[in-house]
């Protein structure tokens, strides 16, 4: 066990050093692909970045959302809990009142059984029981003043003309009974043993106790909070303004969507000074009041701005950094890789001539001949060298020379036009030809047209001499044979130049060797 464990580690590690192997020579091969890598992974980091800031910033609003439904609730349960102790107070008031012996105690008497503890809570204004024509009949304080009607007020007519109101909350009004102080009326009608209409039971809320209760909300500079009726009188607001207490917003669009749900949060400009808000509403139970809290958005974004300004330029410079790096390591890549090509033609290349080298010749006729020896086709070699070279140099020198080594390989070049054939510089003012999948007809017509090519040829000396040049070739064709070896086709082609010379020069001697060893072609 613990052998095929050690084994299974070998072949992980090999597989890993193979791989790792792989993707460098990868990249080695592929420079560019480090600097589009490097930039892709900069761009997702940049993504990822912009997806984490999204989602910060919708969790930024969501908690300020949270935030505003617990501040709205606790708004609508204070609310909720003080209507319905206000209600029990009216309740009594009315009982009390429709009582005839009530009216037959003395004042003090009265006063106990129709107005309990509640009445004298600190925003309440006054407790009241008007008569059925609007004169104070009763009051909390034992103040009644006869000449004061409230019979034109809201909350009187209400109740006046319908028996089935129940609780009634008026708008904001001016109170005749208190120096103009700014009020609602929370009322109940009291009727005779009759069923008629016999008045109402009032308690008068001061308008501080609501603005009292947004007071405590802290909602930010540009925040708003506030407490409106369900037909869209404006009762209380955070920031005060006091000409907006008993204004009416019924028509503005915000207030058009509260009115058509009981709860809700959604973005909007604000009607009364434009500031883009969140606004997170909620109907007061048993009452017609809606609690709303709108924080500023700006201002719910503004610690999410601070953090998105800063992840987001660190992630710009570190991906800007990280994408330079990537693409100086392609560009070093690059130039590494045409440095290397340039090593390789230079050790692939003559120098002068600009053709194959000596070693490329080996390699490239060692391929070709297996290759010929497998598919069973032709492969032919020319041997060409440059007649009387080196009486050409010791006559014109050395520079004449190289001038027209360079020009007799041009003309090669230019003749040898398949991009499988290969020309070299065997070695001096040697050349050879190598071409594959060539019949000795085909190698030999080629070996003219580069004879006649090289004989039109004229190096123009120094003096401005034209001077001709002829070459000999040798030709060898064969189908390679088992035991025979590559270098004996051109060890053919070179005794065909030497017949060629020994012929007078300026032609060409071709041959069809059968491809065997050098030996068994001189076995009898």
């Known amino acids: 066990m613990a052998h095929q464990t050690l084994s299974l580690r070998r072949r992980l590690r090999f597989m890993s050093r193979a791989g790792g192997t792989g993707v460098a020579r990868y990249v080695g091969n592929h420079p560019f692909f480090a600097g589009v890598a490097g930039t892709l992974v900069a761009v997702a980091m940049a993504g990822l970045t912009l997806l984490t800031l999204s989602s910060g910033r919708a969790d930024a609003l969501d908690h300020a959302r949270e935030t505003a439904q617990n501040l709205v609730s606790i708004i609508s349960t204070d609310l909720e809990r003080n209507v319905e102790i206000y209600d029990l107070s009216l309740e009594a008031?009315?009982?009390?009142?429709?009582?005839?012996?009530?009216?037959?105690?003395?004042?003090?008497?009265?006063?106990?059984?129709?107005?309990?503890?509640?009445?004298?809570?600190?925003?309440?204004?006054?407790?009241?029981?008007?008569?059925?024509?609007?004169?104070?009949?009763?009051?909390?304080?034992?103040?009644?003043?006869?000449?004061?009607?409230?019979?034109?007020r809201d909350y009187f007519l209400v109740h006046q003309r319908?028996?089935?109101?129940?609780?009634?909350?008026?708008?904001?009004?001016?109170?005749?009974?208190?120096?103009?102080?700014?009020?609602?009326?929370?009322?109940?009608r009291i009727n005779e043993a009759d069923g008629t209409f016999g008045g109402i039971a009032l308690l008068a809320i001061r308008i501080e106790y609501f603005q009292?209760?947004?007071?405590?909300?802290?909602?930010?500079?540009?925040?708003?909070?506030?407490?409106?009726?369900?037909?869209?009188?404006?009762?209380?607001?955070k920031p005060f303004s006091s000409r907006d207490i008993g204004s009416s917003i019924a028509k503005s669009p915000t207030f058009q969507v509260m009115a058509a749900h009981n709860s809700g949060s959604y973005v909007a400009n604000s009607a009364v000074d434009g500031v883009s808000r969140m606004f997170t509403y909620a109907r007061v139970?048993?009452?017609?009041?809606?609690?709303?809290?709108?924080?500023?958005?700006?201002e719910v974004l503004a610690p999410w701005r601070r953090r998105s300004r800063i992840a987001g330029v660190l992630t710009l410079a570190f991906g800007a950094v990280f994408v330079m790096v990537s693409w100086l390591l392609a560009f070093a890549l690059r130039d590494k890789m045409r440095a290397q090509a340039a090593l390789v033609r230079l050790a692939a290349?003559?120098?002068?001539?600009?053709?194959?080298?000596?070693?490329?010749?080996?390699?490239?006729?060692?391929?070709?001949?297996?290759?010929?020896?497998?598919?069973?086709?032709?492969?032919?070699?020319?041997?060409?060298?440059?007649?009387?070279?080196?009486?050409?140099?010791?006559?014109?020198?050395?520079?004449?020379?190289?001038?027209?080594?360079?020009?007799?390989?041009?003309?090669?070049?230019?003749?040898?036009?398949?991009?499988?054939?290969?020309?070299?510089?065997?070695?001096?003012?040697?050349?050879?030809?190598?071409?594959?999948?060539?019949?000795?007809?085909?190698?030999?017509?080629?070996?003219?047209?580069?004879r006649h090519k090289v004989q039109s040829l004229r190096v123009l000396h120094r003096d401005g001499e034209a001077i001709a040049v002829t070459v000999s070739i040798g030709c060898?064709?064969?189908?390679?044979?088992?035991?025979?070896?590559?270098?004996?086709?051109?060890?053919?082609?070179?005794?065909?130049?030497?017949?060629?010379?020994a012929a007078g020069r300026n032609r060409v001697n071709s041959t069809v060797w059968a491809g065997r060893s050098m030996a068994q072609d001189s076995s009898p």
């Not at 405590?216 to 404006?234: A, K, W, Y």
């Open 285 to 298: 139970p048993g009452a017609p009041l809606i609690a709303v809290v709108a924080p500023s958005v700006d």
């Open 349 to 450: 290349t003559d120098p002068l001539t600009g053709l194959s080298n000596r070693r490329v010749l080996d390699k490239r006729l060692d391929e070709e001949w297996r290759r010929a020896r497998r598919s069973g086709q032709s492969l032919s070699a020319l041997f060409i060298d440059i007649d009387h070279f080196k009486q050409f140099n010791d006559v014109y020198g050395h520079a004449s020379g190289d001038e027209a080594l360079t020009a007799v390989a041009e003309c090669i070049s230019a003749t040898v036009l398949r991009s499988l054939d290969l020309v070299a510089r065997y070695g001096g003012e040697e050349f050879a030809v190598i071409l594959p999948d060539t019949t000795a007809e085909g190698a030999l017509r080629l070996a003219e047209k580069i």
């Open 93 to 152: 008031m009315v009982d009390g009142a429709r009582d005839p012996g009530t009216w037959t105690l003395s004042g003090g008497l009265r006063r106990a059984v129709l107005f309990d503890r509640a009445t004298t809570a600190a925003y309440l204004g006054g407790a009241y029981v008007i008569g059925p024509d609007g004169r104070v009949i009763a009051s909390q304080n034992g103040e009644v003043d006869a000449a004061v009607s409230l019979a034109d």
């Open 162 to 188: 319908s028996p089935a109101v129940g609780l009634y909350f008026s708008h904001p009004y001016r109170s005749r009974l208190r120096d103009g102080k700014l009020s609602i009326g929370l009322t109940r």
């Open 476 to 501: 060898a064709t064969c189908v390679p044979a088992e035991g025979a070896n590559a270098l004996d086709l051109l060890a053919a082609a070179d005794r065909q130049l030497y017949a060629a010379k």
């Open 212 to 237: 009292r209760l947004l007071d405590r909300i802290n909602t930010g500079e540009l925040g708003s909070v506030f407490i409106v009726m369900d037909d869209g009188t404006l009762l209380a607001r």
